[in-house]
């Protein structure tokens, strides 16, 4: 069975721009979630998207954005990109998000902002 | 709110050394407990759960306890191995699904 898929694995940007990231759960899952890794503030919440909503959302800035198409693959979206984006994002699905069900997680996409 | 504290690292043991890494949380209501573990330039892998109060989740020789009482999940295992050199994150989820993470604690298993 695939686990989860995110691309790019990597990505340089530059401030002002925009990025999409792009995640494919594993098949059967319909809860994507995403989270923001740095050093500093460690492994963050960002949301969580199930049959195409979204569902929980973190702390965030209305920047970030997401949104899961019908076969449950979510992008994320981070719009004028900011030197304090650059980080680790992992996404992570599940079957229903339910909270004693596990996360799967991807290998990430590291985004650096120059 | 909710939150996760874990022991600061990085911890350095020589192999076959006994492992506790500490772990207490913060919740309301009952959460699910994980230990997560993340190798050099990979995503978290699920190392063991636990879903209710005295619930043991082991997996690999990984072992940890839901102690309600203490609100703590630590994670030991018996004898370290180089391979096991990773950081290990302790995360809840509480109702509503989301996972919160305490920071990590960085694992140095010297042969």
Redesign the interface.
């Known amino acids: 069975k695939a686990g ?1 898929t ?1 691309t790019p694995r990597y990505l340089i940007k530059t401030r002002g721009q925009q990025v999409t990231l792009s995640c494919s759960p594993i098949s059967g899952h319909r ?1 994507v ?1 995403w ?1 923001q890794q740095t050093p500093g503030q ?2 963050q ?1 960002l949301f ?1 998207y199930f049959s195409e909503t979204q ?2 959302k ?1 702390n965030f800035p209305g920047r970030f954005s997401g949104r899961q198409f019908s076969n449950s693959r979510s992008e994320m979206n981070v719009s004028t990109l900011e030197l304090g984006d650059s980080a680790l994002y ?1 996404c ?1 699905s599940s079957l229903d ?4 069900q ?7 996409t590291r985004l650096s902002i120059l | 709110g909710d939150s996760v504290t874990q022991m600061e690292g990085p911890v350095t043991l020589s192999e076959e050394a006994f492992l506790t890494i500490n772990c207490t949380y913060t919740a309301t209501g009952y959460p699910s407990l994980f230990w997560y573990v993340q190798y050099p330039g990979e995503g978290l892998q699920l190392l063991l759960k636990a879903t209710k109060a005295d619930d043991k989740g082991s997996n690999k020789g990984f072992e940890a306890t839901y102690r309600k009482e203490t609100t703590s999940f630590h994670l030991e295992k018996g004898s370290v191995q180089v391979s096991d050199s990773a950081v290990y994150f302790c995360a809840l989820t509480p109702p509503g699904g989301k996972l919160i993470f305490g920071q990590g604690t960085e694992l140095s298993v010297k042969p």
């Open positions: 989860v995110q809860s979630s989270y460690g492994l919440f969580e569902r929980n973190g992992l992570a998000g339910g909270r004693n596990p996360q799967h997680f991807g290998d990430g």
